[in-house]
Nanobody
């Protein structure tokens, strides 16, 4: 079965950097969208960044210019490079992947959580100001 396992979360000072990784196993879809989401205490889950099989990527306005999403197909690992971290970035970060076209995802790079079927357990990022 498909499994997603995040790592790389840590406690850092504002202005610092982290790279999150998401190892994806048993995932055989050729067409897909993969994304990073986050949820802070008392807040709703929000999309951070997403990338599709063609390499198209999208970002939340709050992270544009600071975060970069990438996928290493050979390692089947999704990454999120986070630079110039701010206190507001503190949250649990989750990676997610879609199922095949026509399931709950209908193509393209998406950042709507409802279109993602597979989820990881999360990794905590804490930024001190």
């Amino acid at each position: 079965r498909v499994q997603l396992v995040e790592s790389g979360g840590d406690s850092v000072q504002a202005g610092g950097s982290l790279r999150l990784s998401c190892k994806i196993s048993e995932y055989t879809y050729v067409y897909y969208s993969m994304g990073w989401f986050r949820q802070a205490p008392g807040k709703e889950r929000e999309g951070v960044a997403a990338i599709d099989n063609a390499g198209n990527s999208i970002y939340a306005d709050s992270v544009k210019g600071r975060f970069t999403i990438s996928y290493d197909n050979a390692k089947t690992t999704l990454y999120l490079q986070m630079n110039n971290l701010m206190f507001e970035d503190t949250a649990m970060y989750y990676c997610a992947a879609t199922d095949g076209y026509g399931g709950i995802w209908y193509g393209g790079v998406v950042m709507s959580a409802n279109e993602y079927l597979y989820w990881g357990q999360g990794t905590q990022v804490s930024v001190s100001s």
